[in-house]
């Protein structure tokens, strides 16, 4: 059973920059497409960012274009997320969820994932 961790979110001051990591400790990750996705309260659920498993493809809202960038450590089993510039309303739960999907079932994103972790609060308030 695959078991996602986010960590690194807390609180940050508007402009700050906080990276955040995602990893399996009994499921090497080099074969799953990982997406990063937040919801604030009261709001749904939003995709922020995923990569494809070999990282060769990524893709970002734009919402966050340009301040949050994906990148995968296949060798530590981990995905990151870097947000800089970040913003009062970038305040949310962060999740990170992973889908099988080998290179062979093509190099985009999937559009659903199947494994979720508990997030990680990002709190952007000065």
């Known amino acids: 059973q695959l078991r996602l961790v986010e960590s690194g979110g807390g609180l940050v001051q508007p402009g700050g920059s906080l990276r955040l990591s995602c990893t399996a400790s009994?499921?090497?990750?080099?074969?799953?497409?990982i997406g990063w996705f937040r919801q604030a309260p009261g709001k749904e659920r939003e995709g922020v960012s995923c990569?494809?498993?070999?990282?060769?493809?990524?893709f970002t809202a734009d919402s966050v274009k340009g301040r949050f960038t994906i990148s995968r450590d296949n060798a530590k089993n981990t995905v990151y997320l870097q947000m800089n510039s970040l913003k009062p309303e970038d305040t949310a739960v962060y999740y990170c969820?992973?889908?099988?999907?080998?290179?062979?079932?093509?190099?985009?994103?999937?559009?659903?994932?199947?494994?979720w972790g508990r997030g990680t609060q990002v709190t952007v308030s000065s």
């Open positions: 969820a992973a889908r099988f999907w080998p290179v062979a079932y093509g190099t985009n994103c999937p559009t659903n994932f199947a494994s």
């Open positions: 009994d499921v090497t990750l080099d074969e799953y497409a």
């Open positions: 990569i494809s498993s070999g990282g060769g493809s990524t």
